[in-house]
């Protein structure tokens, strides 16, 4: 906390709200996926919690720890995902300070856990350490660099479009490579 405590000025600006953002949702997900990675992993189970999960939201309206625990097969995966995808737009906007996600599908519950904090220790101390120093243009300069690769990955997207629609592809593949195309 001690990071947004003394830099608030800076963090409530419009240049610095995003990346403020993004680190306390991989803090939020990972305090509440801390305690539900004793998980089994199986389908069947993943699904059900889920199930069980917005039921008793629907019933109730309200959520604690304790439905959180009783259906950690899905909550878990949830916040963990959270976690992520946060953790992917800090890389993508951010991309010297914060290190990319990569994705493994063999780590653990804990595992996942484990990297993801491992990946938010990293970035916190890293806007620290932009955020104390006395440069002004830092944030610029992140900035200008995340728009180069954002304008580089466009430039690719639209060579593959037109190189697909040369070859008479209709479909563009999937943004993620382990989901699958949509239709």
Request: proline fraction near 6%; hydrophobic fraction near 35%; glycine fraction near 2%.
């Amino acid at each position: 906390m001690s990071l947004f405590e003394s830099h608030k000025p800076k963090w409530t600006t419009k240049a610095w709200a995003p990346a403020a953002q993004n680190l306390l949702s991989v803090t939020f997900s990972l305090w509440r996926a801390a305690f539900l990675a004793g998980k089994t992993g199986t389908r069947t189970k993943v699904f059900d919690n889920g199930v069980l999960f917005l039921e008793r939201l629907i019933a109730d309206n309200a959520i604690s720890y304790t439905q959180d625990r009783q259906s950690n097969e899905w909550t878990f995966n949830y916040y963990t995902k959270n976690a992520r995808a946060s953790l992917r737009e800090l890389h993508e906007n951010w991309p010297t300070m914060v290190v990319q996600y990569e994705d493994r599908r063999t780590r653990t519950p804990s595992e996942r856990w484990e990297y993801c904090q491992d990946l938010l220790d990293g970035s916190i101390a890293a806007f620290e350490a932009c955020l104390s120093a006395p440069q002004p243009s830092a944030i610029k300069a992140q900035r200008r660099e995340a728009k180069v690769a954002r304008n580089e990955r466009k430039q690719k997207s639209r060579e593959y479009a037109k190189k697909a629609k040369a070859d008479g592809v209709t479909q563009q593949p999937s943004p993620n490579p382990a989901s699958p195309p949509r239709s």
